[in-house]
């Protein structure tokens, strides 16, 4: 049994876009835009750690820790980067810009997730990398664009959209995790079970 946070990558991920949808369709130049910083630092925090985690320690089999480590800490580093232009009033063109890249990537991801049948659900996974990577690509308009309701619309719809495509990846891994973890466990416990069985008494 492998180390498997994935459900807390993917639920976090769904909360950091939804607040990113949020700001972008209420308040993208309102006077109360630092009430979407908080939940863009929660969120950017935690995907940032468990990330960089990922990418460090290799906890899940083969390219797995690729696709939602490296990933993980784009998104990241994107929330943080919106949560600080916001928050000092600084001009994101460069986060745009910075999105554009990752969303690439993520489109490349998300076709090969497909192609090579990865997860439990490469229809479902892949589809969710390729709908971020065209809501990346698609950061520099939006931002050029803002002011414009109909593009304000299109881009909180985007992130909703792809949310739920997310939303629907980690609720039912956490309905799948709980049977196979429910009776897991740690090496330090085994090992004192182990400890306190009787010994067989030792044959003369």
């Known amino acids: 049994m492998f180390i498997d946070y994935l ?13 990113l949808a949020g ?4 308040d993208p130049d309102g006077k109360d835009t630092r009430r979407w ?10 995907g940032l750690i468990t990330g960089l985690h990922m990418i460090l320690t290799w906890p899940l089999p083969g390219s797995f820790n690729i696709l939602f480590g490296e990933m993980s800490v784009f998104f990241a580093v994107l ?8 928050w000092f009033a600084v ?25 090579l049948g990865l997860t439990k ?27 414009s309701q109909a593009f304000r619309v299109f881009g909180a719809v985007g992130l909703v959209i792809a949310a739920l495509l997310w939303a629907i990846s980690g609720y039912s891994a956490y309905w799948g995790h709980v049977e ?12 004192q079970l182990e400890m306190n069985q009787p010994k067989p008494p030792a044959q003369q």
Do not use: E
């Open 121 to 147: 659900s490469p229809a479902l996974t892949g589809v969710g990398f390729i709908w971020m990577g065209i809501v990346g690509v698609c950061a520099v308009p939006m931002l050029t664009l803002r002011r």
């Open 180 to 191: 196979p973890f429910a009776k897991w466990k740690p090496l330090s416990l085994q090992y």
């Open 37 to 46: 910083v908080p939940g863009l630092l929660m969120s950017g925090g935690i």
């Open 7 to 19: 459900t807390l990558m993917l639920i976090n991920l769904v909360g950091g876009l939804v607040v």
């Open 79 to 86: 929330l943080l980067g919106v949560a600080f232009c916001i």
């Open 23 to 26: 700001w972008i369709y209420f």
């Open 91 to 115: 001009d994101m063109v460069a986060v745009a810009v910075y999105a554009t890249f990752v969303g690439i990537a993520s489109l490349v991801i998300g076709v090969q997730v497909i192609l």
